[in-house]
């Protein structure tokens, strides 16, 4: 079954004191595209989390943002960034001198500068850490997955239907189709017997060889057959459980390369129309297409 390339995940998990919060969005993509965003303690992760992520999905941009967050006790400690103290009391000293200042340098002066208490930075258990990330993009991919699935039975629900159509109005095509070499025939027997009215000795022979040829270039029984081939391959295409959307990016080409021909050769105003029509259907069907695995 045919999957969407378009879906969203968000999962949480809590490992011993770390908290890790993952985020996926997927969008079209010709190939596979990840992208990860993560803090700069989970950085090591991000070959691990693309394995994570290939399993399951061959097509799409996808991009993967997490967060963690430890709960531990000493988390909320802070130490004095004792080199900057020095150098901005040595700078506040230096000021006072030179502008011959009386007032004392007091705690607050130095409170008030940016970056003298900062948050003790604790140095993360990687394993800890890993222990509460990988379930979660675990978790989150195979969301993501089961949402691109469900996106793709909507789609091949609407496919099949566009798909089917086309089918049906075929029957129509074949119908006309059938004319167009009479008509081509008619409209070549009229030509000549306005331009050789006078003409005496025609060989009735060549006549019906040139027509012959004329209604051999008409015809679009070819054409038609490809184009039921296309409908099965499709249809399978559909039922498929591999990624199947350059697949049927190239069968929406090969229809249009048909409808084409047969426009192009069409001999009356309701095959016309009907093309214009079965085009603008295709066209649907290629814009739903372009977001399928």
Request: proline letters at 2%; one cysteine or more.
């Amino acid at each position: 079954m045919i999957k969407s390339m378009t879906a969203f995940s968000q999962v949480s998990n809590t490992h011993d004191t770390i908290t890790a919060d993952v985020t996926i969005r997927s969008y079209n993509s010709r190939h596979l595209d990840i992208k990860i965003y993560t803090p700069e303690s989970c950085q090591e992760f991000e070959e691990y989390i693309k394995k994570i992520i290939t399993r399951t999905h061959d097509r799409g941009r996808i991009e993967i943002r997490l967060s963690v967050q430890d709960d531990a006790k000493d988390q909320d400690l802070f130490e004095v960034n004792e080199a900057r103290v020095r150098s901005y009391f040595q700078a506040l000293d230096k000021i006072k001198k030179e502008l011959n200042l009386s007032t004392d340098i007091s705690m607050d002066n130095i409170l008030t500068l940016r970056d003298v208490i900062v948050p003790f930075k604790k140095d993360q258990d990687a394993d800890k850490l890993w222990k509460a990330v990988e379930p979660c993009i675990e978790t989150a991919s195979m969301n993501l997955n089961a949402m691109r699935k469900e996106e793709g039975k909507n789609l091949y629900k609407d496919l099949l239907a566009r798909i089917d159509y086309i089918e049906d109005r075929l029957k129509f095509v074949k119908k006309e189709a059938d004319t167009i070499p009479i008509i081509y025939k008619q409209k070549l027997m009229e030509r000549i017997s306005g331009l050789t009215s006078e003409v005496k000795g025609l060989d009735p022979l060549r006549i019906a060889q040139e027509a012959a040829i004329i209604a051999d270039k008409s015809d679009v029984s070819e054409e038609i057959v490809r184009i039921y081939s296309h409908i099965k391959l499709f249809r399978d295409s559909l039922d498929s459980d591999s990624s199947q959307g350059r697949k049927l990016n190239f069968l929406i080409q090969e229809f249009n390369r048909e409808f084409n021909t047969i426009g192009s050769k069409a001999g009356n105003a309701a095959l016309s129309h009907m093309m214009v029509d079965l085009k603008s259907r295709l066209e649907k069907i290629r814009e739903q297409v372009q977001n399928i695995e």
